[in-house]
Structure formats: C-alpha cells, structure tokens
C-alpha cells in the first residue's frame, strides 16, 4: 500500500514538475506547479510529517499560488517562443540536468549510510505532530523561527517597495 | 506535554535585539511625515548602538538561544564590518535617487534587515539559522539592488541576483540536507560529530553535501566560476547598496564559510582543502583577466571583488587560525579600500554625466584631489601596495599559506595582484596622468534621457560622501602602517 | 638619527603639501639637503670595523614577526650616501624648472626618497620587501604623470604601467618567498623572525633555498633590469621625466644588486652557489646586450638606459664572482654608477633643451660655444666607459679579478664589454658634443643654475677617482662577511661537483708551483 | 730631495699647468696659456734632471725607488696603490718626453697662435705630458694601465681637436677603442700577474716572477702576449696599426709629440720595462721581435707609395718603432731606448717641418702638389734635411748609430736573429729611399704655385680652409683650424724647437759610439742586469763592420731615391704600372683597414642592428606583449562568457556545481 | 518504501527544477522552478529527518517554506516593477549589464 502511494504521489511530483519545465504558458505551469506540491504533501504524510504536509497544502498551495495566479494573471501569460539565444544551452541544460541527478544519485546511492535502505528510524507515535513541531520550534528553533517572521516582514516590505504605483511616474 | 522557554541570555543577544528594533523604529518612521527626515541618523544610531552592544561583548565568546548562534571574535568583528559598511551606506545614500524611489523608511529598513541577516549569519551555528540568516542577508538586497526603478539595469541586476542567488540558496540548501542526513544534527558541532562519530568520514553522501554548501557560500561570496552575478549586479545596483554589498555580503558569507567549514566540517579538511584551493586559484585568475579593460568603474570593482575573494578564501583553505585572523583582517581592509572607492564613485555619478564610467575620474587629480587621493589609495591599496592596509592583509594572507603549506596559491596571489595592478593603475593613470586616449564622446548615459540622474555638480564637495571616503582612505592607510594598533 | 634620516624627506614632502607653488620645489631640495647632511654625518660616524650599527629593532607586526629594524653597514653606507646625493640633485635640477603641479610632484620625489632609503637601511626582509615594492609607487606618479609621451609609442601611463607591473611580478614573488624563507626557517625550530641576520644564522635546505633563490632573483633581475627582463625599461626611460629619470637610473637600480649581497648570498648561499654560473650567464648576456644595444642606439635616453643594463650586468657579475674583491667591486660600481648616470641624464635634459630632439641623429657641434658642459659631459662620459683612473675603473678592475680567479671564462667575455662601453660612451659624447652643428640646434653654455646641479656631482666622480678607496675600506668588512656565508657553503659543493667543465680547472693554481 | 721627490714634481708641473689653463680658459690670455703650458713642462723637465743627477749621484745598483702617496684601492687582497718607481729606465723616459715636450710646447706657442681652442690645445698637451710621465713613472700595473689610458684619452682628445671635422672625430674614435683594447690586453695580463704572484707592484713582480715560473710557461707566455697586446696597440703594431695614419688628422705638434716622438713608443717601454717576464717567455719575446720585423717591413713598403705627407711620415714611425721593438724583444734593450730616444729628435723635426710645409700649402698634404720649397723656406728646409738624414741614417747622424746599433746586437746574438740584421738592413733600405722621396718631392724643383707664392710675398697662400681628408669646406668657429691658422716658421719659439731638435737629430748619435762612449748603455744597465740577454754585447769590431754596411745601405737608398725622383722623375709612374697590383695592395696599406672592418667593425655593428631592430622587438617586447595577450586574451574571454544572459550564469553555476560535486565523488570511495 | 527512494526521487525533481531554470526564459517560469529545487531540498530533509528519527529536518522544512514564500513575494514584486517599467518580461532580453 505504502509503495503504491509512493509511486503514485512521486509520479505526481514528477509530472507536476516536468509540466512546470514543459508547459509554454506560464498559467499552465503555475497549475502544474500546483499538482507538484500536493504530491508532495502526501509524500510528506507517509514520511510521519504531519505538520509539514499540512503547512505544506495551506501555505503553498494555498496561500503562495494565489499569488502566482494573481500575478500571471496581472502580466498577462504569454506563451514563450521556442527560440534560443543562447547557443549551446539547449544542448548542456538537459546535459547537466542529468549530470546533476546521475552524481546526487550515486551519492545516496553509493552512501555506506546503513540507514538509507531501511524506512527510518523507528518513530514514536507523535513524531512530527504538530505537537512535536511546535515545541521544537519554540523551544530549540525559537531564533531561526523569529527571525523568518522579520524575513516575512521584510519581505513584505520588498514586495511594496517594488511593486508600488509610485514607479510609473 | 511541558513546554520549556528556552533560556536567553538578553546582554548577548542585545545587538541582535538592537538591530530589529531599529529596524521596526526606522520602518515606522518612514510612515510619518516629520519623521522622514531623521530616517537616515535613526539608521546610524541603530547601527551605532549595535556597534556598541557589539564591542561591549568582545572577548566573551558564549552560545545563544540553544546554540542557534554564538557570539565571538570572529562573530564581532565581522558583525562590526558589516555595521561599518552598512553606516558607510546609509551616509552614501543621502540624496541618493534610489532612497526616494523607495521611500527612505523601507530603504533604511531593508539596509538594517539585511545588517541583521549578516549578523545572524556571523553568529550562525545550525543550519537553520545559518540558512535563514543567509535569506535575510539576500532577500533585502535583492529588493535594495531593484530599488532605482527607472533604471532598467537596476531591475535587470535585482532579477539577475535574484534568480541566481536563490538557485544558488536553493543548492546549498540540499547541501545542507545532505548534511543533515549524513550527521543526523542541524547543529555545527552536531554535524561534525556525526560525521567523525557515524563512520561517514569519506562518504559520498557527506561529501556531495560538502560540494553543494561549498557551492552556496561560494556563490555568496564571488568565487568563480560561480562569480557571474556579481559584476552585473554590482554594475546596476545603485551604487551604496552596492558598495556595501561587495564588502558586507563578502564579509559574513566569509564568516559563516570559516564557522561551517572550519567548525563543522573540520572533520573533512583534507577532502575540501584541495578543492577550496583549486577554486580561490580559479577566481584569482578569473576575476583578474576579467577586470581588464573594462570601463564601468563598479564592474571592475566587480571583478576585482572575485579576485579578492580568491585571496580570501586562501585563508579559508589553510584552515588555521593565522588563516583566520588573515581573513578577518583582510576583510576589514578590503572594506575600508573598497568604500573609499564606492564613495568617490557615488560622488563622481551625481557630479558628472558619465555614470561609473572610468572618464567620470579622469582628470580628478587637478580637480576633486579631496576624492582623487581616497580613490587612488584604495586602488593601491586593493592592488597591494606597500603602506596600505592592502599590503598588509596579502601578507597574513601569503603567511597563512606558506605556513599552511599552500605555496603555490601564495604564489597564485602573487601573479594575480600582477595582474591586477593593469587595470587598478588605470584608474590611477585615468585621474593623475594624460589621457591616453580621447574621453568617450558621449556620455554613458545622455543628459536627456529620462534614466538620467539630476546631477549635482557639488556632489564632489559634500562632506556626507568626502568624509567617508577620506576616512576610509586614511583608515586603509593607517592599517598599512600600524596593523596591530 | 637613522629614523630621521629615513624619514625626513617624507615629512618635509608632507610639509610642502601645504606651503605655496613657488616655494614647493625649494622646499623639497632643503629636505633633500637635510637628509644630504644626515647621511654624511652618518658616514663620519661610521665605524667600518663594526658591523652593523646605527641599529634601531621595534616590533612591528608581533604576530608576523616582523620587525622595524634598520641598521647601517658597510654594504649600504655609501649607497646611502649616494642616495642622498642624487636625490639633491635630481630635486634641485626639478626646482629649478616649472613644474605642474609642483606639490604632487615634489611630494612624490621625497616619497621616492625616503622608500629607496628604507630599503637600503631595512634588517629586517620583510621591511625590506615592503620598501622595495613602496619604491615603485612614487615613480610610478612621477613618469606617468609628469613623463611625455612617445609619438606612435605607447603613452607615458601605459609605459609606466607597463615598467610596474613587469617589476612588481619580482617584488611580489619575492614576498612570497621571503614570508617562505621566514616561516621554514621557523619551522626547523626556531621562532618566526624576519631579521636577515637572524635567517642568515639557519639556512634553510637546498631544496627550498633553489626556489626561493628565483624568487628573489627574478625581483632584483628584473628591477635592474638585466637582459631579458628589461623590456619595460625603454618606454620607461623614453616617457619618464628626467630629474626623476636621473634618481630612478642612479639608484633604483642598484637596489636589485644590493638585493643579491644583502639578501640573497647571506640568506641562500647553498642556491647561489649552485646558480652561480646561471646568474653569470646572465650578467654578461647583460653585458654583451646592454652594450651591443647601446652602440647602435639613437635616442640618447636609452643609449644611458641600456648602458646601464651593460654596467648592471657588471656588478651583477661581481657579486656572483662570489669572492671579496669581485663584491668589492660592486659595491664601488654601484655608487660609481650612480653617480655616473644621474649626472648623464642631467645632461641628457640639457642636451634635449638645447636640441628639442633626444635622437642622436638630429644632434651634434654642442661643444661650439659650451666648453664648460663639454668638459663636464666628458668627465662623465670618461667616466661611463670605465676610463682607467676613475673610480669606476676600480670597481670594473675589481669586478673582473674577482671574476677572473672564480670563472676566468666569463672574465675574458665580460671584458669585451669594456671595449665596447668605450664605443657607446664615446659615440654619446662625439655625436652631440662634436661633429656638424645641423641647423636650427643651438649651442649654449650651460646656466648656472644646471651648473649647480652638474658640478657637485662631476667633483664627486673626480673625488671618487682620486680616492676610491674611500668607499673600499668601509664596505670590505660587510662585503667579506656577506660574501664568507657563501663561500663557506661552497667548499663541499665543490668536493661534490669534481666533474666541473674542463675549461675551468685549465689553469693551475700558482701556489701549486 | 730624494729622487722620487723630483719624480713627485716631475708629475705635478704638467698636472697644475693643465688644471690652471684648463680653469682659466677665459681668464687667461692666449699667450699666457702657452707660457704656462710650455713653463710646467720645462719645469718638468728640470725636474727630471734633478732626479738624473740625484740618480747618477748613487751606486749603480742602487738606483732604484719607489714610493706611493695614499692607498688608492688595496681590500680584499689587492694592494693597489698610487706609487711611483724611480730607476734609470723611467727617468731616461722621463727626459726624453719632457725634453722633447718642451720644445713641441715650444713649436705649438707659434704654430696653434691662431687657433680658437689654444687653451683647450694646451690644456690637453699638457694632461698628455702628465698621463706619458705617470705612464712611465708608475710604481704598479695599475697606475701603468691608468697612464696608459691617460695617454690613450689625450691622444683621442687631441686627434679630434678639431671636432667640427667628421674625419677627425673619427680617427679620434678609431684610436681610442683600439686603444682600449690595449688597455684590455694590460689588464688581463694585471689580472693573471695578480692571480699568479699576488701583486701588481713592479718591484716585487720583477722579483717574485722568476722564483714562480718556469721558462716559457704558457702562464708567464700568456702574460706576455698579452701585454704585447697593450702594446703594439699603443705602439701601432700589427695588427693593431691603422688608427696611427688616421691620428693624423689631428694639429701637426700633435702628431709629432703623440704620434712620433712619445705615446706611440709606450709599447717599447713596456717590453723593456717588463723584460724580466719576457726574459721567462723566450717565445712571447720572439712573437714580439717578429711582430716588430713585419711591422717595420709593412709601414716601409706602405711609405714608399703615400702621398699624403703626415701620413707618410706616420708610417715611417710605425716602421722606426718596429726597429724598437725588435730591439727590446730581442735583448737589444738599450740599443731599443737609445733609437727610442734618436727616433723623437728626428721623427719630431721631420713631423714639425711638415707642420710648416703644410701650412705654407693651406692645409694640402699631397706630396704630389708640393714642390720646391727648399727656395721658399730655408730653414724648414736645412731642418728637415736634418731630420730625413738621421731618419735614412746617413752615417753619422743619430739615427745612424741607434740603428745600426740594434742590428750589430741582432747578429751578435746570432743563430735564427740574423733575419733580423738582414730584413732590417733591408728595412734601413726603404726607410732610406721613402724618406729621400718626400725629400726630394718636396724640397727641389720648381716651386709650386703656394711656394712662389710665399717666395714672392713672404707671406704664405690663402684658400678657404678646407679638410684635406674629404675637401669638404671648413667654417672657422672653434673648433677648426682659425682663418689665420698658416704659420710658416715664421715665428721665434718655432724656430728654436726645430733648431735645437736638428741639433739632436744630427748629433744625439754621438752619445753612443761603438767602442767611444756608450753613455746611454751604461746608465741603463742597472735596469737590465736581470737579463740574461743584457750580457751579450756585439764586439765592437762587429759595430763597426754593421755601421758600415748601415752606412752603404743608407747612401745606396738616398742614391736610388735621388735617381728615382730627381735624374728620372718619370720612372717612378713606369714602376707603378709595371707593378700595378703590388702599387694598389701598397696603396690600400695592405687592406688592414678593410679586413678590420670586415671581420670585427660590420659583425658587431649588424649584431647591434639585429639587436635593436628584431630581437629587442620580437623578443624582449614580445615577451611582454606576449604576456599581455595571454592576460589580455583571457580577459576577453571570461568577459565573452559574461554574456548578460541570465540563464547561462546559472549554466555555469550548475557546471561548476557538477564539476565539484564529481571531485567530492572522485575522493570520497 | 526505503529513505533511498525518497532521497532519489528529490535529487530528479531537483535536476528537473534545475533544468527549467536553464531552459525557461520567463522570469514567472524561473521562479516556479526555483520553487521546484527547494521543495526537493524540503523532500529530502523530510525523508532524512524520518531517516534520523528526530524532527529537525521537518523544523527545517517549515523555515525554508516561509523562506521560499519570501523569495517568490521579492520575486512576483520585481516581475511587477518590470511590467510596469514596460520591459518585456524575459530574462534572456534583460542583458544590458554584461561583458
């Protein structure tokens, strides 16, 4: 059952992202996209991260994508052309894109790591609950945790900066 | 389930604390009319204070906050660079286009978001901060690089950063979860625990994971071939953001690269000792032939800053601590060099038509000596001449190698500032000596364009831009004279 | 006093910055003449049985091991001397002329001063280092923003770039090497210190004294210059301007041989040994080139450049003759040579003002109405080419018995140089001095404001040649020792080495009789 | 006063006189420069007397001293220093170059009056006298090879006196280069006398050297080849002669102080000077003595055919010097000093009554042009005739017994040195019929159209001064001859020297009569006793026998001489078509000039061309720009990679990712 | 499943993102694929901290989650200001800044 999720939920990330990559207009990447992280969010439910799949769904596909549909929608989607300024690089992106995976892979798969071949470690009941989450968080994580909302202000304040009226004059 | 505050020792954390504060003050202050005006002196005493806090922790090494950071020399020093740095900034963008553009309060607050991204990331000990702390640090910038929207080069560097420096976060990140995986720990000491501990000393996964973070930091710090974002983005952002850019940026990468390298994956020294080595050889050239010939006075800069970089990163590679303490000095010279030259190339842009462009200088020496001599001192000093603190920073640098037994690199270093000297001198000959050729006819950006700058041609007089470029300048030469003060 | 010695001419050229125009360029000299009186009552008081003296020794960089420490012996005394003679000279010769911006210019030339004086008095290496690359940037403002540039050449920026980066590959390598020298000594036990004498106690393996050898030799080879390594020499001299010109030529140069005697023979001697017959090589490449290019020449600058060359090949090959009379010899040709070549240049402006041409071709019938510059110019020219009598004769004479008992061959070679200085000297003096006066060129005495500067310096090579045993006898004890730590080292290399080239070992030994 | 101390003076007249005129060349009057000059040096010569007499006033074997006034360079082993050696072979030097000085200095008081450069002329004549007098008082090798060189310089200065003249400065080149390659020659030789014995001091080398050497060592050879060196340069041997015809083109009491009387017979100073280690190199000394024989053959054969009248002359010298030099070489050492010391009467009154002769002609020296002068001037004429008889050695005159003299010693030594009487009669031969040629070309017949006019007027021809070498016109500003510049023994201090030289030309043979008086043998003898040659004395039935033969030889020359150009004027033309390619191989001087170009004078200048125009640039400058294309080359790349494009930045990042990423996999196994 | 499976899958998805930074000229595109190559990161630290049994990789996840959120509120602002500065809205024709 649990590899039969897995095929299936990796399938899904995979095709979401190769539609992200393949997809001409970005409006259909952007939906990909969506397939993609949903996939992962059940990936994540059968890795015991509760918390993660969950914040996974509400955050990105939620809150993020809005974002991304709002802002397409904005610019307008134009299909891009086919056409490569860029000598070469049609030809040593997908090179290099394999090389990258053919040397991550030996890595792991190489790895004298014993536990890479097993299902993890044995979990209690409760591991990466919300619970758990949330007092790791504040307790251990409490600084990198303040300081990702102060990134998000920051952020924020970014997002107006640039994309404020003000700009056209 | 009992939840446990963890404990927080506020004296250490103060600068820190300082930082966001301000931040949030100078933030607010941007909302209220009256206030508009006291943004930049809220800035410098934001950052004055964190100074202060800073040194008042000197020599009192401690861990924070669960052993998220720990304060130290090497975290002060650094810290204090890119407070130095930041206030150079904040001085250089008074009447600066790009403030207005968007609005001193979000200005100033992001200059000080990313001074506190660079402190967390000198203090930096988890992966998690070290990973949040480097997205502070960039994020800001990559909004501050973008903030003269009229320009276009200035959006097209802010999308070029953004979208290299975030596929460069993106694979230290997975360097990190290699890590992770290896070592169990998102702690530094946890890491190199693991590593030495698990029986993973050597293993391809740890190792990849090595390459990947050292990819990440590379790429924060300018080291080719990982380099490329940086002479474009240093040409079209504007010019204080980044002249404290090249320096703060560099500085705290630098940090956390020693911190990581040197704390967590010491256990690992004689795998990526060749390959460091290999890559600061690779930017010293790079950055040094890349230099020549060209025209924009921040491009050069630019790719100077690889060089530089490639030097630096020799102190890393010896992984001692005379490396160290040739790191730390050198960056502290490398900054003061370096804003000595960013405040006469901020004075020049609003004082002439030409930009950045080397004929902005030309003939400076019979007419601005006051910006002359600051530029023509960091030019020499970044060249490593003698009686510079330039000079001084090589040695501890080359000393560290040869002791290191890395001879060959000092001798990398050696040619490369050979090199270097062919395009820093021209700069020197461009405001000194007789031109050799005919200035460019038009200026880079024409008077009527609707790019252009309102220029001040008393710009070259303002003592907001003067002092900090004489003082930079006399502070690089009184570390060539006195370095150990 | 050794303090004020190094440093007056900075302070006073600091001092200048302030005071107005006119008086900028009097006021260098006087800080020049100050330095001139200092270096000569350092001269009384110097002691030539004593060593070093005169010391001061300040930590520094204590955590290099670096230290500030100057000292007088009998290799720099007089080049001191010297140093501070040319640089009143070359001064006045510029304050007597109008200047652009005289403040830069005259900061620039005290700058100069109080650099080549910090390397000629440095102990410790890396001080020495420090100066000997520091000496560059002065001169590299003085020929690039006061020099001229060369119709159809490159302009005087680009020379002068060309002159820094080319000698600062050298100065760069050999901050390498001597941080090298300095930490592998440590390393054999013992603590990090830069203090030449203390190096020169532990020398360091063969292995690493071979590439440290080249280091330093490349810096000195290129800076003065030697053949091959001179190709930034001939646009600098063409561009440079030449009151400068005249300092630079006079004494810059000798810096690199004084490098060899102070730096390389103490601290290497297993190396200098083994490339002694390279270095030689070299030197008369130097030679037999500098001449040979001297000779067919036009531009009048660069006949006294390449001569220069040919006499650097000289003392080059005096030092290497690697015995006490060949550096001996040297040491005398250095200053000899210092003092021949500043007043050549000097000359070379006066010609040039009179002419508006530096080409040999466009000059000559000068002697017409200037019998007092013909007279000076040919006291210098005798002297140039070694003429028996002066003082450079007793240097080359040194030179060449010291190479003569070492490596008899290179003694027969180099000596041709000789013959063919008598050519290029001569040809110098004949073809602007005598000859058809072309049209248009005038024929004027010289003014008594050059006269000032010319005659000190001619009385000094006629004193010099009455007596040069003025500067043999105080430079003999120095010269021994730095020659003693070589030739100590050499006794077993040359028990190793039996199978040396049958030439050399052709003539017996006459106390084998 | 001890004799070194009247050797001191001896220096120190000529010295101050050239300092005090050189200084005060604009203070000074003209005539009173030449009074300094020809004071200082009479003083000299005085002096030189008081050292003769405090000389002759001690035991003969004693007569030697040396004394040195400061350390000049004496480190590391060397002990150079500025001394001086008094002995009777210096103090005859001494006096033979003062004495003849003072009178030169004498002539050229009339003859230089209307120069422009009179003070720089006596300023150099007397730094010459100074720098000879050094030359032969030095104490050591280093100060002999500092006089040298003085006397080199001196004489480079004043052959291009006239430095407005092209050929002038470059006979002045010419000599001062070969010169130093003299110079070279001694030096080397200092050098491996110093390598061998320690010590450059006359005294102790002379005495060190026979303890050292063994007979003919090649050491002791090589020393003394090359300090043969040294001298046939200065002293115009071959090969090293052709700057001496050339050193013509300087003023005529030049030519006859430098160029005749004194420098050029440095060289048999030096041979006889160093005899102690020429005595140790028999073979050396017999290269020398053939050298001398080849050298006396050439010249005589090459003065049988020139027409210009100096340089005629000149190579009468290199040929009387020849004679010397065989002298000293072979052992004849006092009979080589003795026409050493005849040879400056004679070859200085025949050089000073050309100096008229050419004057009277406005500068033309072509014997071809030149006649009848014996009408126009009278006492030139008597003093010439003087001289050309003591140089043709008709008997009784100086000339006569000095030569002779060195030939009788030839044949008393016997064995393989006969070649030397036989070839050197044959040499008296020529000698005797070139000098009876210019005699009788310039002295009988009908006067030239100068001489009538001098005859006519009494005063001598005009023409624009002209250079006699290229006939290019002169202007008269410093530096070439004064428009006046024609003095014809018309002055009081001329006539006097040339009157007082006839007189030693004619009679200075008496002091040196086979079996009468040997004055000059004995006072020389101390020096040479050293030499085992010194023993051999011709007896004087055989002195007798040669001056006979010497005296036939002499009249047959001027016979043949006489027929040749006065009975039948035309055969000397017949001769030279008859013999046409032994008259062009004479003419060119044997094609030594043009062989030294050839061989040394082209390779060097082409090298320096090559230098200069291809290698300088291809290499020395591609070198550097070599370097920067490299530099400059890599720059373009890296900013061709630089593209702009922001995706191809992120290319290479991943490519720079994957190339560490397989390093990391490469180590890690 | 094995945490091999994971980790691999991660490294293709990584590569993928990877690839479509090299290949997609759309700066909206670009940032979608940035957005690929962290949640791989996210994936792997996921799987790794199941691997390890302790759930600092998941607290890992949760911060590069929130970082990812900034970079694409930066980056969704800059393609704005680009729109609005009437530049055309790929990165290939933004090369004024080169060489």
Sequence with gaps: MEAVMFFLAALGALGGAIGVVAMRSPFYGVLALIIHLFSLAVLFLLLSSAFVAAAQVVVYAGAVMVLYVFVVAYVGGDTESAWEPIPGQRFLAPLMGAALFVELSIAVLSSSLMALGTHGADTKPGFGDPAGIGKLLLERFLLPFEASSILLLLAAVGAIVLAQRKAEQ | MNFNAPHIDYAALSPVLALTVGLCVVLLSGVFKPLKRAIPGLTLLTLATTAGLLIWRWDNPQDLVSGALRIDDLAISISLIAILTAGFAVLLSIREPATEEAGPGEYHALLLGSVLGMVLLAQAQNLVTFFVGLETLSIPLYILCATNLRREKSLESGLKYLIVGSLGSATLLYGMAFLYGGSGSTDFGGIAHGIAQKGVLGDPLVLVGIAMTAVGLAFKTSIAPFHQWTPDVYEGAPSPITGFMAVATKAAAFAVFIRFFDVALAPQVDDWQPALAVLAAISIVVGNVGALGQDSLKRLLGYSGVAQAGYILGGLVVASEAGVNAIVFYLAAYAFMNLAAFAVVVARERETAFGDHIDAVRGLGAERPQLAWPLTISMLGLAGLPATAGFIGKLYLIEALVEGDYTWLAVFIAVGTMISLAYYLRVVAAMWMRPGGEPAATPAIAGASPEADPIDPEAGRRLYLVGPALLAAAATIFFGVIPQP | ?513 | MSATSWAWLVLLFPLLGSIAIALGFKALPAKAAGAIGTAAIGLAFLCGVGALIHLLGEAPDARHHASSLWDYASVAGLDIKLGIFVDPLSVFMVLIVTGVSTLIHLYSFGYMQSDEGYHRFFSYLNFFVFSMLLLVLAGNFVLLIVGWAFVGFASYALISFWYRRQTATKAGMKAFVINVVGDIGLVLAAFLIFRELGTFEYSEVFAKAPQVFHTNEWTVTAICLLLLVGAFAKSAQLPFHTWLPDAMEGPTPVSSLIHAATMVTAGVYLIARTHSLFVLAPTAADIAAFVGLATLLVAASIALVMTDLKRAIAYSTMSQIGYMVVGVSIGAYSAGMFHLMTHAFFKALLFMAAGSIIAAMANEQNIDKMSGFGKAMRFTSVTMLCGGLALAAFPGTSGFFSKDEILAYASARGGMYLIFTVLGYFGALLTAIYTFRLIFRVLPGKPCPEAQELIDTGHVHHAHPFNPATGEEEDTAVGFPGAEHHIAESSLPMRIAMGVLAFGALFAGLVQVPGVDDMVTKFLDPVFADSPLAAIHPSVAASWFGLAIGAAISLAGIGIAYFLYVARPETPAALQKRFSALHTCLYNKWYFDEAIDFLVVRPALAIGRFANRTFERLVVDGLVTGTEDVFGGGGRLVQLVQSGFVRSYALLLIVGFAGLALYFLLSSS | MNVEWYIVLSSLLFAVGAMGILLRRSPVVILLCLELMLNAGNLALVAFSKMVGNQQGQIFAIVVMVVAACEVVVGLGLIVAIFRRKLPLDVDELRELRG
């Design chain 3, 1 to 513: 006093m050794i303090n004020s010695l190094l440093w007056t001419p900075l302070v006073f050229g600091l001092i200048g910055l302030v005071l107005p125009h006119r008086y900028a360029g009097w006021w260098a000299t006087l800080g020049t003449a100050v330095t001139l009186g200092l270096a000569i009552s350092m001269v009384i008081g110097f002691n030539s049985g004593a060593g070093l003296q005169d010391t001061v020794d300040v930590n520094w960089i204590p955590g290099l091991g670096v230290d500030y420490s100057l000292g007088v012996d009998g290799l720099n005394v007089f080049l001191i001397l010297l140093t501070t003679v040319l640089w009143v000279a070359g001064t006045a010769f510029a304050a007597f002329r109008e200047q652009e911006r005289p403040h830069l210019f005259f900061l620039m030339m005290l700058l100069g001063e109080t650099a080549t004086l910090g390397s000629f008095l440095a102990q410790d290496l890396l001080l020495f280092v420090l100066f000997f690359d520091l000496m560059l940037v002065p001169f590299y403002f003085l020929f690039g923003a006061w020099g001229s540039d060369r119709e159809g050449g490159p302009s005087a920026s680009a020379a002068t770039l060309k002159m820094i980066v080319y000698t600062l590959i050298g100065s760069l390598l050999m901050l390498v090497a001597a941080i090298a020298t300095a930490i592998i000594s440590a390393q054999d036990g013992g603590h990090l210190t830069f203090s030449i004498a203390e190096l020169a106690k532990h020398p360091l393996s063969e292995g690493s004294q071979r590439w440290i050898f080249w280091f330093f030799a490349a810096a000195f080879l290129v800076k003065m210059p030697s053949f091959l390594l001179h190709g930034w020499m001939p646009d600098a001299y063409r561009a440079a301007p030449l009151p400068a010109l005249a300092v630079f030529s006079g004494v810059l140069a000798k810096v690199g041989a004084y490098g060899f005697l102070r730096v390389v023979l103490p601290l290497f001697p297993a190396a200098t040994v083994e490339f002694q017959e390279v270095i030689l090589v070299i030197a008369l490449a130097s030679i037999l080139y500098g001449s040979v290019m001297a000779f067919t020449q036009t531009n009048v600058r660069l006949i006294a450049g390449y001569s220069s060359v040919a006499q650097l090949g000289f003392i080059t090959a005096g030092i290497f003759a690697l015995s006490a009379d060949g550096s001996d010899g040297a040491v005398l040709q250095m200053v000899n040579h210092g003092l021949v070549v500043a007043p050549l240049f000097v000359i070379v402006a006066i010609l040039a003002e009179r002419s508006g041409t530096e080409d040999l071709r466009e000059m000559g019938g000068m002697a017409m109405k200037a019998p007092v510059l013909a007279a000076l110019f040919l006291i210098v020219t005798l002297a140039t080419l070694a003429m028996p009598g002066s003082a450079n004769f007793v240097g080359e004479f040194y030179i060449l018995n010291g190479l003569f008992d070492s490596k008899i061959v290179f003694a027969f070679v180099a000596i041709s140089g000789v013959a063919m200085s008598a050519y290029y000297a001569l040809r110098l003096y004949q073809r602007t001095m005598h000859n058809r006066k072309p049209a248009g060129l005038e024929s004027r005495e010289i003014n008594l404001r050059d006269g000032i500067v010319l005659v000190p310096l001619v009385l000094c090579i006629i004193g010099l040649a009455l007596y040069p045993q003025l500067i043999l006898k105080r430079t003999d004890g120095a010269v021994q020792q730095s020659v003693a730590s070589v030739t100590s080292s050499k006794k077993p290399v040359a028990l190793t080495h039996q199978a040396q080239p049958a030439i050399l070992r052709v003539i017996p030994q006459a106390s084998s009789q």
